[in-house]
């Protein structure tokens, strides 16, 4: 094996490093390690946990407070007694239930179309509470909606597997990412590290020097390489090799949008069995009837036995 070059922290503590003994980075890009007592009062924010949902449950969160909402204060004007609403006060439970639920979507939505109308002074209590709900409840759900449209997610999509191809007469360690988002990236630059873990056990991390490190633009797709030559690590080094030492591979992108002009950043790691030695990734690259060249995202991962 070659010379190893120097060790890199990531941040994450000698300690974490050595006991850790998963991947330390999914596929998706989310740290294999977790905290106790995340939601403990101080340590769970709510704000950062609705700008990170995605938009199907972020949507069923706002239906799901919605409807409880109205379940509950439909529930305490039922509380309010049978003769807090006279005009539904001959009802059966389950009508009077119905038609309260119903005055309380429009109370808290300030409709206020209902001929019902509170005739006890809880009722009337529980009616200004719910009117300032209301109000507070809209403005809230709008900023989020705003916060969330004003930043949108990354979706740099990273290639299922990484390959082993070769690479200028020799072979080289590849990575294919491409912008799954119809924004404009400039100034992408990527980082890649191995860890490697020894006879005894020992992790260790080493930054792997790369073809090019950087682009300025990022209008299609683009491979990261690694060249295996002599002062590489992963000289000599067959994949049962890599089995063996547990090896994974991290890579870091960090890149600038040109439409919202602020950095942002993605990563994703590959283990051992997720690198495919003698393949090489397939043609994406397409044109159309007009002769622009087209590629398919959903292809990025395609590759080709050598």
């Given at each position: 094996m070659a010379e190893i070059p120097q060790q890199e922290d990531l941040g994450l503590?000698?300690?974490?490093?050595?006991?850790?003994?998963?991947?330390?980075?999914?596929h998706d890009g989310t740290f294999n390690v977790h905290r106790k007592g995340v939601f403990d009062r101080g340590n769970f924010s709510p704000y950062h946990?609705?700008?990170?949902?995605?938009?199907?449950?972020?949507?069923?969160?706002?239906?799901?407070?919605?409807?409880?909402?109205?379940?509950?204060?439909?529930?305490?004007?039922?509380?309010?007694?049978?003769?807090?609403?006279?005009?539904?006060a001959g009802m059966d439970a389950a009508h009077r239930f119905g038609q309260v639920f119903f005055y309380s979507v429009q109370v808290i939505t300030t409709l206020g179309t209902s001929p019902l109308h509170p005739a006890n002074t809880m009722a009337d209590v529980v009616l200004a509470i719910e009117a300032m709900v209301g109000m507070i409840g809209f403005a809230v759900a709008a900023s989020l909606l705003f916060a969330r449209f004003s930043n949108p997610p990354t979706k740099i999509q990273f290639s299922k597997n990484a390959v082993v191809a070769p690479y200028h007469g020799d072979n080289g360690f590849m990575v294919r990412i491409v912008n799954g988002r119809s924004n404009e990236l400039i100034h992408v630059s990527a980082i890649v590290t191995m860890a490697m873990t020894d006879q005894t056990g020992r992790r260790s991390f080493h930054r792997l020097a790369l073809e090019r490190d950087e682009v300025f633009?990022?209008?299609?797709?683009?491979?990261?390489?690694?060249?295996?030559?002599?002062?590489s690590p992963l000289r000599g080094l067959s994949a049962e090799n890599l089995k063996n030492n547990m090896a994974e591979f991290l890579v870091y992108i960090t890149a600038i949008d040109q439409d919202l002009s602020k950095t942002?950043?993605?990563?994703?790691?590959?283990?051992?069995?997720?690198?495919?030695?003698?393949?090489?990734?397939?043609?994406?690259?397409?044109?159309?009837?007009?002769?622009?060249?087209?590629?398919?995202?959903?292809?990025?991962?395609?590759?080709e036995k050598i």
């Open positions: 503590g000698d300690k974490v490093v050595q006991e850790n003994r998963t991947r330390f980075l999914n946990a609705v700008l990170n949902a995605s938009w199907w449950k972020f949507n069923v969160g706002m239906l799901g407070y919605y409807i409880v909402a109205n379940f509950i204060f439909a529930t305490l004007y039922i509380m309010a007694g049978r003769n807090a609403f006279p005009d539904i633009v990022f209008p299609l797709n683009w491979t990261i390489v690694h060249p295996i030559d002599e002062s942002i950043y993605a990563r994703s790691s590959y283990r051992a069995d997720e690198v495919l030695v003698g393949y090489k990734f397939s043609n994406i690259i397409e044109r159309d009837q007009k002769g622009t060249v087209v590629i398919d995202p959903a292809r990025i991962g395609e590759v």
